[in-house]
């Protein structure tokens, strides 16, 4: 079975800079999709960024990036110009491309702290 | 707006007692699902549906049932209600089952068990 790790429980960034969350997955699987997931307090889970695995080319959103590491099985996500409203749960999140029934794997979380 | 709707938001059980979570999609989607999510356990699949008529177990199953008698509702039951179950209980559904599917939440049920 697939697992997802974040190491990091609380992490925290000063405003208007930069923070990398890292996560790491173990599969055996070669075709698969990774996610980033953001929850703000009001527990809404939103969708910050998604990677397919046979792409090569790191995912951005605006001020999200990924660096996603296959051979290391690693998939981190970069935030930068930290704003305010970053504060969140951030969950990473593995899905396998192979199967038809293939719920989403979710490491633990980090939750990150923006100071001002 | 489209979207997921969980109901109800909050709810209080006595242990012993049971209760129905509802979710309903109003985006024709195939796949739905029923997570929890529990303080350094990031959310856990209780159960998840691939069509109406259809049901199967996820990681935690035990203690839950569901039902999908609708391809749009999925409800999640407790038959008998344990402190264990106290969780933020979230619903989602994606269109098919493609890896790349985004899945859609809910906003989240609170349950507390006493």
């Known amino acids: 079975a697939q697992t997802v790790t974040q190491s990091q429980p609380e992490m925290s960034v000063q405003e208007a800079e930069t923070v990398t969350l890292s996560c790491t997955y173990d599969t055996s699987e070669s075709d698969y999709y990774l996610f980033w997931y953001k929850q703000p307090p009001s527990r809404q889970m939103i969708l910050v960024i998604r990677q397919e695995a046979y792409k090569q080319q790191n995912a951005t959103e605006n001020r999200f990036s990924v660096n996603f590491q296959k051979a290391a099985k690693s998939f981190s996500l970069k935030i930068s110009d930290s704003q305010l409203g970053d504060a969140a749960m951030y969950f990473c999140?593995?899905?396998?491309?192979?199967?038809?029934?293939?719920?989403?794997?979710f490491g633990k979380g980090t939750r990150l702290s923006v100071i001002a | 707006n489209a979207g997921v709707t969980q109901t109800p938001k909050f709810r209080v059980l006595k242990t012993g007692q049971s209760m129905t979570l509802l979710c309903a999609q109003d985006m024709n989607h195939e796949y739905m699902y029923w997570y929890r999510q529990d303080p350094g356990m990031g959310l856990r699949l209780i159960h998840y549906s691939v069509g109406e008529g259809t049901t199967a177990k996820g990681e935690v199953p035990d203690g839950y049932n569901v039902s999908r008698l609708k391809k749009q509702n999925f409800l999640l039951g407790l038959e008998s209600a344990a402190p264990s179950q106290t969780s933020v209980y979230f619903c989602?559904?994606?269109?098919?089952?493609?890896?790349?599917?985004?899945?859609?939440f809910g906003a989240g049920s609170r349950l507390t068990v006493l």
């Open positions: 999140a593995y899905r396998s491309a192979n199967s038809g029934n293939t719920p989403l794997v």
């Open positions: 989602a559904s994606s269109l098919h089952y493609s890896g790349a599917n985004v899945l859609t």
